[in-house]
Structures are given as C-alpha cells and as structure tokens.
Nanobody
C-alpha cells in the first residue's frame, strides 16, 4: 500500500507564510505528477498547484505569484511554499501523487489525509 502524509499546516496571520510537505511511503516504482489540492468549507476540492515528473508546474490563478510547488523525487516528497497568505486561502490542503507500483503498468492516484491551513480575517 502507499501512504501519503502531509505536514506543515496551521494558523497564520494574513500576509504570513507556511510551507507544506507531503511524503509518500510504501513500495513505489515511480511517481508522475504530484499535486496540492484544497477544500474550503462548503466548496468543492480544487487544484492549487501541480508539478510533473519533468518539473513543469501549474498553478491556480488564485495562487500564482504567491505559492511555489517543488518536489524531491528521490525522497518521494512534494512541497508547497505559501507566501502572502490571505483569509480566502483557508482550507484543508491535500497532496495527491500519481503512482506506479510494482507488477503494474497502471498508475493510480493516492491522497493524503489533509492538513488544515487557517488564515483569519
């Protein structure tokens, strides 16, 4: 089985910064795209940013210029540096990895359990 564990969430004042981390454990052959999603109360889960195995990044318009996604493929980890945080960034943040496991040609998506980020207004 593959498990993803996020860390780094918390309470931060507007304009502050947080760095989220997500680490995968288990038997993994390779990881394709790694991503961060978030879900605010009463809203659907949405993509925040993702990064391909080749390092190409993609950001939601709401976070462009403030958030930076990066990955350490050797460690099976992805990071999200969040700067100039706003109250509207308040949400549970989830990491998502597209993983290929041994003895399989198929990839599957795995999710972390989520970490809360709160930016009070």
């Amino acid at each position: 089985q593959v498990q993803l564990v996020e860390s780094g969430g918390g309470l931060v004042q507007p304009g502050g910064s947080l760095r989220l981390s997500c680490a995968a454990s288990g038997t993994i052959v390779s990881i394709g795209t790694m991503g961060w999603y978030r879900q605010a109360p009463g809203k659907q889960r949405e993509l925040v940013a993702d990064i391909t195995s080749g390092g190409t990044t993609n950001y939601a318009d709401a976070v462009k210029g403030r958030f930076t996604i990066s990955r350490d493929t050797a460690k099976n980890m992805v990071y999200l540096q969040m700067n100039r945080l706003k109250p509207e960034d308040t949400a549970v943040y989830y990491c998502n990895f597209n993983v290929r496991r041994p003895y399989s040609t198929q990839r599957a998506d795995y999710w972390g359990q989520g970490t809360q980020v709160t930016v009070p207004s």
